[in-house]
């Protein structure tokens, strides 16, 4: 019997209904489920924050930018991977680091395949410090 890969669900918070689209399809072509936000605020409410497995998030939100996103989901939620997106040409070359899941970049337009590796590699380092 084939073994499945892992099952993740990843919240996407991007203002753009293309790029969300876009990840979700990408996402759910993975095997992964994909919660879809239009701002950062939708998320914060929303109440799923427990319920998710990795956050993506574009940098460039009206009200609450990602990174701002980034500190509050992490300290509601320790160790949760996060992956930052911009459209922007110049990005940090050395993205924040927000607890102990750190943080990833990617620069628009980006590769699916790297950004589904780095969902799977983020989730795999969850599991490699969860254990004791």
Known sequence: MAEHPPHYIVAVVDDDGRILESLEALLESAGHTAWLFASAAALLESGSLPEIDCLISDVDLPTIDGFELSRRVCAARPGLPIILITGHAVAPD??????????????????????????????QNRSERAIP
């Open 94 to 123: 050395r993205p924040p680091a927000f607890g102990a899941g750190g943080c990833r970049f990617f620069r628009k337009p980006f590769d699916g395949e790297d950004l589904l590796m780095a969902v799977n590699d983020a989730m």
